[in-house]
């Protein structure tokens, strides 16, 4: 069966003043739509791949053939990339808690030390490329990762996810990256974030 769009559970409008509604319209329906069909019609070479999750592919790009591998990589990886960051997203403000929040505190010092080492990281990615806060042998870690690589394929497992390419943020914000990282930290939906950590240390 063919990948398609993930379901949206908040309106375009909801995440302002954070992120406009205009660059979420383009970035869901525009971009994630493009890497979608991409990979949909890499994957009708060899159609025995739809039976395979986006994840399970990016997880296991050995066992991807070589003629579209490199297509399944990026495209692949947009979709992957992409439907995590609307899951960890949300019009609330919430809080780190439970255990994600003692994580945290207990790899980074404190949540505020986290931020800032996070933030800094995001600024100094080069190019376009993703921000993330992975578990990988059962301990937080912070990793840039180039173009739409994703730790997937690092045998790690991605919780949090800051999207740095252009698209997602140059309407509103322009080179302003640092304004743009700092307004993510208004929209994180940390009950989601918690639940994937929670599930990664089982």
């Known amino acids: 069966m063919n990948h398609s769009l993930p379901k949206l559970l908040y309106g375009f409008k909801d995440l302002e003043p954070y992120i ?17 069909n991409k990979l949909n019609e890499a994957l009708q070479k060899h159609p025995g791949l739809f039976d395979k999750s986006a994840e399970e592919l990016i997880s296991n790009l050995d066992s991807v053939p070589e003629d579209i591998r490199m297509s399944v990589r990026n495209n692949g990886g947009g979709h992957v990339n992409h439907s995590l960051f609307w899951e960890i997203l949300s019009p609330q403000k919430e809080s780190a808690t439970g255990a994600i929040e003692k994580a945290i505190e207990k790899t980074f010092g404190s949540f505020v030390q ?16 993703w921000t993330w806060l992975v578990v990988k042998d059962g301990r937080l870690e912070i990793v840039n990762l180039p173009g739409h690589d994703s730790p997937l394929a690092q045998d790690a497992i991605p919780i949090l996810v800051l999207d740095m390419w252009e698209h997602a943020y140059y309407i509103k914000y322009q080179n302003r990256k640092s304004e743009y990282i700092s307004a993510f930290f208004n929209i994180i939906n940390w009950k989601k974030v918690n639940e994937l950590y929670e599930k990664s240390i089982k």
């Open 20 to 36: 406009d509604a205009r660059t979420m319209e383009i970035h869901y329906t525009k971009h994630h739509q493009n890497y979608i």
């Open 114 to 129: 986290f931020k800032e080492k996070f933030s800094n990281s995001a600024n100094t990615l080069f190019g376009s490329g």
